[in-house]
């Protein structure tokens, strides 16, 4: 990015902070005027355009809602039963954390502003670490998925594969990634991720930035790498490409560039054949200023993991966005990653917040009837205050309940920053008492402090609710590192239990009066070997998720997956006593 094209964004951020409310009412005024004669609409606004006919009568909806409506037009039936702009193709989903995925449709605005968000996010990054597109090259691990037709001949991919298919994107690549093409779209993710790898340590001194869109993606390329790193250098040595790298694509990209390379290899092996892996990412590639990839939300539970292979380097989540809806940028790129805030952007969407109330001490529960609650608008959040974002897009999604729940951090301008707290739904519960996704995070940081001073990290979790006795309880599964090479075997067990007990102790209120009335059992933590959630992840690829955008559910619902995870449990530990 230019100098000048660099202060015209900055300078963009502050108008739209500044004026957010204005530009908030012509956003949806403009969205009104569009598509009121839509069908969907008609039957709300019957033609009309006000801002309060549009609070009244337009309802608040989730995808299956609208789900009809896009089904007829994937179909073949025209797009303006919904909006009036021509669809132009579909997003999809990842499906990973709330059930099937989605399909929203895409527009020439869409895609125009996917564009001016690119740049608006990166903008503080540049300020903060200089044009890295001017420095050198990203290893960025990437992968698509292949597209689906639908009926009516629009296509529907990823937000990710949608953009490796852009011109755009496939003319700047060579230049600015490390990562061939083909390796992006090997429809074998171990065989594209082998050779993402491959690439970054053959041109390691040219890379600046290292990541991925998620923390669990750049995660698993270092376990993979830990595991492959002989095979690695050994390709590097040799100049030729592992024979299990069956890929076309691949071993044709790899022969444009590979060539007999020993002192290289030599030196990449003598950073990985060491007793820690503290601090990898910075041996191998010297000249990264950063970690780039989402760190909040579900995310979160990575990054301390993360912190020991990349130690010393900054973990940059840029933005907030979804398939649904473009929402917001960090300012602050530096900031920890359980400080980020992201500061909505007034021109992307329509945005409208249903407030949250507390249930219980800890835990945070919606509203029990949408229609009661008069929905906040942008400017006019509280900070502190908790709020289910719904938005209005150009893309036909009219009250549409994202189901995420963010928490107001401050202002920047006029503009609110928001943390993202949690999925909504994503919850346990044996009989009436709730716990979040917010709760479950709590108590497992709890327990898991009690592994750090003995050498073991926490890497992965997730959790379910067995029924199949009663009363039922909460499972955990863990999976644990040893630090310095030390195995988890040599965990006694007698910590797990006291992690058990940790865990119900920090749950919330009516959890803990549930457990002392016996309506539910005793927290049971399931151990799992090593490369269990590796696993997890590769079923989940399997059956249509992007790696790129794979984010591990919280809780467990698919019984192949509980298979996954049961089939590799080494050790089962339960609290012994009711918590205080």
């Known amino acids: 990015m230019a100098t000048n094209e660099y202060e015209g964004v900055l300078k963009k951020i502050e108008e739209l902070t500044t004026n957010a409310g204005q530009i908030q009412d012509e956003v949806l005024g403009e969205i009104l005027s569009r598509n009121a004669g839509t069908e969907y609409l008609r039957g709300f606004l019957h033609g009309q355009t006000e801002k309060q006919l549009f609070k009244k009568n337009v309802p608040i909806v989730t995808y299956e809602d609208l789900k009809p409506y896009i089904d007829r037009i994937a179909n073949g039936e025209t797009s303006d039963i919904l909006l009036a702009e021509p669809i132009t193709a579909f997003f999809l989903s990842s499906g990973t954390s709330g059930g099937q995925p989605k399909m929203t449709p895409v527009t020439a605005q869409v895609t125009k502003n996917c564009e001016l968000f690119r740049r608006l996010y990166e903008s503080p990054v540049i300020k903060h670490f200089g044009d890295i597109n001017q420095a050198g090259k990203r290893m960025e691990l990437m992968f698509a998925r292949p597209e689906i037709e639908t009926p009516s001949g629009l296509k529907a991919a990823s937000v990710s594969t949608s953009i490796y298919n852009e011109s ?74 592992s024979d299990w790298i069956t890929d076309l694509g ?159 951090s401050g202002f920047y301008n006029n503009a609110p920053q928001f943390q993202f707290v949690e999925r909504k739904n994503v919850i346990l519960s044996v009989d009436q008492e709730k716990t979040s996704e917010t709760d479950l995070s709590k108590a497992v940081t709890e327990a898991k ?15 379910y609710v067995d029924t199949s006795s009663a009363p039922g309880h909460y499972v955990l599964f863990w999976e644990i590192k040893g630090k310095e090479g030390k195995h988890c075997k040599g965990l006694d067990p007698k910590i797990m239990v006291e992690c058990c007990s940790k865990m119900e102790e920090s749950l919330h209120y009516t959890y803990k009066i549930y457990r002392k009335r016996n309506i ?61």
């Open 250 to 408: 691949c071993r044709n990209a790899a022969s444009l560039v590979m060539k007999p390379n020993p002192e290289q290899a030599d030196l990449i092996e003598n950073i990985c054949n060491c007793k820690s892996w503290e601090g990898i990412i910075r041996k191998l590639w010297p000249k990264a200023r950063y970690i780039g990839c989402v760190c909040t939300g579900v995310m979160r539970q990575y990054t301390a993991e993360l912190e020991f292979y990349c130690r010393g380097l900054p973990l940059v989540s840029a933005f907030y966005a979804c398939s649904e809806a473009i929402c917001g940028i960090n300012l602050e790129p530096l900031c920890k990653p359980c400080d980020v805030s992201y500061t909505f952007l007034p021109n992307m969407a329509y945005f409208e917040f249903i407030p949250v109330e507390n249930e219980h001490d800890e835990s945070i529960e919606m509203k029990r009837n949408d229609e009661d609650t008069e929905l906040v608008d942008l400017v006019n959040v509280k900070a502190g205050q908790c709020y289910e974002l719904v938005v209005t897009t150009c893309a036909g999604l009219y009250r549409y309940k994202v189901g995420d729940v963010l928490m107001v």
């Open 168 to 241: 755009n994107f496939r003319t700047i690549l060579p230049k600015l990634y490390t990562s061939p093409i083909e390796t992006i779209f090997c429809p074998d993710p171990n065989q594209g991720l082998y050779c993402q790898l491959l690439f970054g340590l053959i041109q390691r001194d040219e890379v600046v930035t290292v990541g991925s869109l998620f923390a669990s993606t750049v995660l698993r390329g270092v376990k993979f790498l830990e595991n492959h790193w002989q095979e690695l250098c050994y390709d590097i040595k040799t100049g030729r490409l």
């Open 449 to 463: 402090a009690l592994l750090d001073p003995l050498g073991f990290i926490l890497t992965e979790y997730t959790s």
């Open 520 to 580: 539910i059992a005793a927290v049971e933590i399931r151990v799992v070997k090593q490369g269990s959630f590796e696993a997890l992840m590769d079923y989940y690829v399997s059956k249509g998720t992007s790696l790129s955008q794979y984010k591990k559910p919280s809780c467990i619902k698919s019984e192949e997956a509980l298979k996954i995870l049961d089939s590799r449990v080494i050790g089962k530990y339960f609290s012994p006593k009711l918590p205080l």
